[in-house]
């Protein structure tokens, strides 16, 4: 079965340092990965998806992502963080061969701090 | 393009009570999906409705079902609530096709507390 680990349930960084969160996943050959954030209060929005293209993926505000497949990881990064980019960070993977739904990693919090 | 909306975003409700949460999807969008989100549990798949088919199914107790209509508006409704039911639900919409491959875009979600 798909699944998804989120080595830190919290990361703190300060204002204009880079940021890091760790995402492994398993799957099988050909899984699409994505990164969602979720602001306080808010719904979740996508900041961006690999899905068997480039395996450096840029996404909005600044983050990226690299796919490794021999290390089975997706780590999102952002050189330098900002105050706004306190939120959940949730890591998902989607299989074609396990069905059409979404599996969620756990989540990392990211706290900014000024 | 609106995206997606839910209502009600908060509904206050008794044990063994039934409710029924709506979600309309973005335009154009056939593809319906509902989550769970719990502190203790994250978030986890409910169902996923195309073409108001249930398409895919996740490990939910039968008091949680759902239905879609064919404007793709969708509905789910949970009966006999118990407390562990008192959650944030999120639904999600993407187009046809390949879902694996389609960005699911998620409304702000209905948060139910069960008293």
């Known amino acids: 079965a798909q699944s998804v680990t989120q080595l830190d349930s919290h990361v703190s960084v300060s204002e204009g340092t880079p940021v890091l969160l760790r995402c492994n996943y398993s799957?099988?050959?050909?899984?699409?990965l994505f990164w969602y954030v979720q602001h306080p209060n808010k719904g979740l929005q996508l900041l961006l998806k690999?899905?068997?293209?480039?395996?450096l993926v840029k996404g909005i505000n600044g983050f990226e992502a690299e796919f490794k497949k021999s290390e089975t990881s997706f780590h999102l990064t952002k050189p330098s963080a900002h105050m706004s980019d306190a939120a959940e960070y949730f890591c998902v993977v989607s299989d074609l061969n396990y069905g059409q739904n979404f599996v969620f990693g756990p989540g990392t919090r990211l706290s900014v701090l000024p | 393009k609106a995206g997606v909306t839910q209502t009600p975003r908060y509904l206050i409700k008794t044990r063994g009570q039934q409710v029924t949460l709506s979600c309309s999807p973005i335009?154009?969008?056939?593809?319906v999906s509902w989550y769970q989100q719990t502190p203790g549990q994250g978030l986890q798949f409910l169902f996923e409705y195309f073409s108001e088919t249930q398409r895919n199914k996740g490990n939910f107790p039968g008091r949680f079902s759902g239905r879609q209509f064919s404007n793709s508006r969708s509905e789910m409704n949970v009966s006999t609530l118990e407390l562990g039911d008192s959650a944030l639900y999120l639904c999600?919409?993407?187009?046809?096709?390949?879902?694996?491959?389609?960005?699911?875009?998620f409304g702000p979600g209905t948060r139910l507390l069960v008293l």
């Open positions: 999600a919409s993407s187009l046809p096709g390949l879902a694996q491959q389609e960005t699911q875009y």
């Open positions: 690999y899905t068997s293209a480039a395996t």
């Open positions: 335009s154009g969008h056939r593809s």
């Open positions: 799957s099988s050959y050909s899984p699409s």
